[in-house]
């Protein structure tokens, strides 16, 4: 294997790690969801301003398409860590990663709806799966109310609301890289550009949105929330992006989902062991399902034909 394509292995990955690790900073650092989503990408902002204006001095400015496609895909983005945020209270930081890989999902059919593009048996086998799985994830099954990950008791009310929030923050997720690789593809070379520009618009509608809730609470913040705001910002949106981003340039689109399927494991590990989130045996049975349903629709596991 030559270099280029273990480096571009390499980004990916690392970019996967540190999305896994942005769950873990929102729980410790218990803002509401609508200040977090609006402070993760407001911070985020200001970090990739003059990284985009050196990028379009260089490179040139980028087209109008291009900045309807990227803010789109930044209000979808708002959208979807509100909901990943309340996800997270209410089910657990591992759990709430785990179901907004939906995503992986969601890709094709948004590919089927607009640009007619057939999808394959593998996505229709892997989904009746990828429902059980849900369905074990939000604790369905008996006993699941043993299991200890978020705020709220497994299949309970809030319990399920925060599975739904999870699993509609993944559909809004997947339009958000949808509409991020037709950016991509039509000026593949203003990256961190069309990333300020969707960051922006994902700041613009998570506080819009911020009324249906609580509203925003800046002023309500430690000092260490303010930190724990900054490192998320940094880590979680600005590095975690780029290194995917330019990681994934360089491979296959299943190449990508395979390595992205790390995410909720590493986000798993990481909040039983930070946490103290300890899942009920049918909630991990239930992430077995999604991830396999997940790895099965993106041809990253092979079920004995071609599909």
Sequence with gaps: MSTQPLRAYGLVLAGAACLSFSAIV????GVDAATTAF???AIAVVVLLPMAWAEVRREGRLAARGWWFAAAAGAALGVDYILWTE???RVGA???TVLINVQVLVLPLLALIVEREPIGRRFLWALPAML???GLVGGLAAGAAGGRSGSAPAGSNAYVFGVVAGVVAGVCYGIYLYLSRRAGK???RLTV???CVATAAASASSALLSPLGSGLHLGRLTWQQWALMVVLAVVGQVISWLLIHRGSAGLLPRQTAALLLVQPVIALVLAAAILAERPAVSQWLGVALVLAAVAVANR???LGRRA
């Design 300 to 302: 990253v596991v092979s």
């Design 87 to 89: 996800s997270i209270f």
């Design 26 to 29: 929102v729980k410790i650092a």
């Design 94 to 96: 591992g759990i709430a």
């Design 132 to 134: 059980i799985g849900i």
């Design 186 to 188: 039509l000026q593949p």
């Design 39 to 41: 402070l993760r990408c």
């Design 193 to 195: 550009t069309q990333l």
